[in-house]
């Protein structure tokens, strides 16, 4: 490529092609998600029929948001690292050691986008496919699968329509405002702070 052809478009397009050069191949790929989906499905039928039905759900949700979290954690570490990459290059000096702890970090924030990568995938696996066959199984299912980060924008939303009525308000004055307060509707200070001891 010469110099006018690097244009954002085809530096997109070469991140993309090296993104897919470090996957690995479909066969392989098709050949572990069979053996993770195998794996799941033995740790989990474990427990048997009767009883134990409601620990079959619960470990299909608690894995699914496990490796939820798993991708959250390292999507902040990643973040993190990029801020620290970010302070090395600005405090280069062009020695050799500056230059190495650079790479180093380079090569940290590879590996957390291969690690986030591996994480996601298996999310995926567990909440679109092992989480549904286990809800298809037992026959019990606690409703839909509510990301982590959607969850306090659900509880919000559900208090503010459980809660948060003209009828409540007519009834509970004084506390309304609280409630009010704690959904995120108002933003007024806590009666302990001392913008409201004025």
Known sequence: MT????????????????????????????????????????????????????????????????????????????TQAKRELRDLKRDDVGIEITGNKIEDQENKIELLRQQYWIANHAYKIMRHQVRSEVIGKTGMNWGQYIPADEMSRVKRVNFRKGQLTMEQYQANKQDFWSYARDAGLVEMPRDDSFASNI
């Open 3 to 78: 110099n006018t052809e690097l244009t954002t478009e085809n530096l997109d397009r070469v991140a993309r092609a090296l993104q897919a050069d470090a996957k690995p191949s479909p066969d392989k790929q098709r050949q572990w998600d069979e053996e993770f989906k195998r794996r799941m499905h033995a740790l989990i039928d474990m427990f048997e029929d009767g009883p134990e039905v409601i620990l079959q759900c619960k470990l299909a949700d608690q894995f699914t948001r496990t490796f939820e979290k798993i991708t959250h954690n390292i999507t902040a570490a990643g």
